[in-house]
């Protein structure tokens, strides 16, 4: 049988039990976007600019104005030669992404860009900027805060149009995998963001984009290629990539558990956050249908490795959903089960309300049930947080993106 987990694999055989459960982790073939200057891992660019005819030098400078300056308009590059800018356009720079609309909440601090891509697909990522309010952060040497403002900025990626693992909570889920996104487009969502906050055109002036979470549309280890070599252009330091700490990083799965085996070998400190949602094989069968490949206890095998590799703490997404997986004994069993690969200083529970998705009945947890299952947790010593989710007014909260041009 073909490995499922390659996303060139062959379609899966009729009669497999991926198949019945409409999960699809082959994308389909489509037409590949036009190469982009952001797909070339650093190495080949001063080949690839040879090739289109220009002195190689030249490939330092297209680096220095994409991931310093942020642009994508070399009729701005004065430094160079206008028929240079103009080759230059032509072999590295077609548009990828184009703005569609953006819809704001938290008073602009929360921004959801729908993008369309070159084939029409649609894709949307959320731009978020948290910090304290000009005036909230008086300290010593900072007395009315003003510094503070917008401290942290964190965007949210897709990785695919669409996704095929069909979890039954998230929309994004619900239409099905539409295709792959390239290593162009993944890094071009960053860097229109990173571009969006050096302008100064968010609340909170100009500011620099510090996190970057792959929990947009698509399961990022499905298209596994495209998302290393994405997160290779993020994380390299400038000119060769945007420079941003990988630290700051964070690729998010529902748990292919292959893939978290290499991620862990690509020497790429990223921090990884399991979608777990429920700690036993019963419930996870349905919540997360890939948990019928790989079990509870095999992906936690594998985050667990990936943090003895890494040293990087992993990041336990668990949903907590009304009477579905928030009980008292599912907060036990979930400290059970971490506690018993390690000693704590491996992983953190992100605990995260239920976001409402048209046609699900699933609502969030009752406030007292989320606190008996913090309570617990912590009682167990585990470190849990509850996420402050942002951006519900305009759905671009966790599991809410299905973009559509339809205005809602
Ligand atoms: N496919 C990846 C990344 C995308 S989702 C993954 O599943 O991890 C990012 C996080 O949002 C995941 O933990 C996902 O389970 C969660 N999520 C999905 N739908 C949600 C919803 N309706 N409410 C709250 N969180 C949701």
């Known amino acids: 049988m073909s490995d499922p987990t390659r996303p060139d694999a062959a379609p899966e055989p009729a009669g497999d039990p ?12 489509r037409g590949k976007p036009p190469r982009h200057w952001a797909d070339l891992p650093a190495g080949d660019r001063t080949a690839a600019v040879t090739e289109a005819g220009l002195p190689g030098y030249r490939a330092k400078q297209i680096s220095q104005h994409y991931f310093e300056g942020l642009s994508v308009d070399p009729d701005g590059w004065t430094d160079l030669p206008a028929a240079v800018r103009h080759s230059v356009r032509e072999a590295f720079f077609p548009p990828l992404l184009t703005r569609i609309r953006q819809r704001e909440t938290d008073g602009g601090a929360t921004a959801k860009t729908l993008w369309k891509l070159h084939d029409g697909t649609l894709v949307e990522s959320v731009l978020m900027r948290y910090g304290l309010r000009r005036g909230e952060a008086a300290s010593a040497d900072d007395p009315d805060g003003a510094r503070a403002v917008g401290v942290r900025s964190t965007l949210c990626v ?4 669409g996704c095929g693992m069909a979890c039954p909570f ?4 619900q239409g099905g995998l539409d295709r792959n996104m390239s290593t162009g487009e993944i890094v071009e969502q960053v860097r229109a ?35 290393v070599a994405a ?26 558990v292959p893939r978290i085996e290499q991620l862990a070998g690509e020497g790429i400190p990223v921090t990884l956050a399991l979608s777990l949602h429920a700690p036993d094989d019963e419930l996870r069968d349905e919540l997360v249908p890939i948990n019928e490949r790989w079990k509870v206890d095999e992906v936690l095998d594998a985050a667990w490795g990936y943090a003895e590799r890494t040293k990087r703490r992993v990041s336990i997404e668990y949903i907590l959903i009304k009477d579905i997986n928030d009980q008292a004994f ?31 009945k699933w609502t969030a947890s009752r406030r007292e049930d989320e606190r008996e299952f913090v309570r617990r ?24 993106l299905a973009a559509s041009e339809r205005e809602s």
Request: hydrophobic share 40%.
């Open 231 to 256: 997160v290779r252009a993020i994380t390299s330091p400038a000119p060769d990539g945007l420079g941003i700490s990988a630290r700051g990083v964070t690729v998010s799965t529902v748990g292919l």
């Open 158 to 161: 897709s990785s695919q149009a």
């Open 170 to 173: 998230c929309a994004t889920g």
């Open 377 to 400: 947790l912590e009682a167990h010593g585990v470190p849990v947080t509850v996420r402050d989710t942002r951006g519900r007014e305009i759905d671009g909260a966790c599991g809410q």
């Open 18 to 29: 991926i198949r019945q459960l409409k999960l699809t982790l082959a994308a389909p073939k």
């Open 330 to 360: 599912r907060a036990d069993l979930l400290a059970k089960a971490l506690k018993k690969r390690g000693v704590w200083g491996w992983v953190h529970v992100n605990l995260i309300p239920l976001n409402p998705t048209p046609g699900s």
């Open 193 to 227: 963001a990173a571009a969006t906050l050096a302008e100064g055109s968010l609340p909170g002036g100009p500011g620099r984009l510090n996190n970057i979470v792959f929990m947009g549309m698509g399961e990022p280890l499905a298209n596994y290629k495209a998302v």
